[in-house]
């Protein structure tokens, strides 16, 4: 396996390769959990929303291709409470 490559797995099972994707929208603070997320748009125009479920030590947990228009209208719901 290529290790230079990222490749993120949707919840369904689709395999979709963000190594040169764009990152539209993003919060990657540590230390990591529910306030993490990125939304990026990769080349072929696919977009992809990674969420993380509460992981401290993993910065995005779970994938979900998404819809042009929620992906540039994004709002995450959770914040960082220090």
Known sequence: MDKSRY????????????TQATIIKSNNLYPFGQHNY?????????????MNNGEREIMLT???LIEESEARNYSHPYYRED
């Open 7 to 18: 490749i993120a797995r949707t919840a369904d099972g689709q395999e979709v390769e963000l």
């Open 38 to 50: 990125a939304i990026y748009e990769t080349p072929d125009g696919q977009f992809v929303k990674g």
């Open 62 to 64: 779970s994938y979900e």
